[in-house]
């Protein structure tokens, strides 16, 4: 069977179409939770839209330039991402990845992201409704992608289904 007919191949090359569209999907939830509240406070539709707005053009960039990695041919398949070695599309992925995670740590510490969070509910489903927590749970998540990130930098991880 020839490497192009095998029909993992085939989901793995587009497989970050598959992102795109649950990131997308996601703001779509995020909106219909949103809409009792707009109804209850007019004043926070905008606040709601700036919010989603955000999340779905800076949330799928990663996801787009992995699209171009692959689109380009420049990269196999999603597969390939896992290790920052399989060329200038993987590093630039990355490299989106780690400016995301400063950029929200800036909105959040110093921008007051974490009490914007708080003030429109329904997009955080966190328990307690106070700012350092967002900004404790923001930590905790960026320990786990810092630690997957050096995982896949230092365990040169071969995927055998990418080429």
Known sequence: MRPESNPLILIF???WLLFVFVHC????????RAQPRIAENPALEQGYRRLIKSWLIYGNLPWLVMGAGILSG???????????RNGPFVIAFYVTVVALWIATFYWLFFRGGAED?????GLLNLPVARPWVV????LLCLAGGIV????MIFGDIQVPLAR
């Open 13 to 15: 090359r587009q497989a």
């Open 25 to 32: 999907i996601n703001g779509v939830v995020w909106w219909r």
């Open 74 to 84: 420049a990269v196999p398949s999603t597969l390939s991402y896992f290790n920052p």
């Open 117 to 121: 969070l708080l003030v429109y509910p």
């Open 135 to 138: 900004k404790v749970y923001f």
């Open 148 to 151: 997957g990130l050096l995982w």
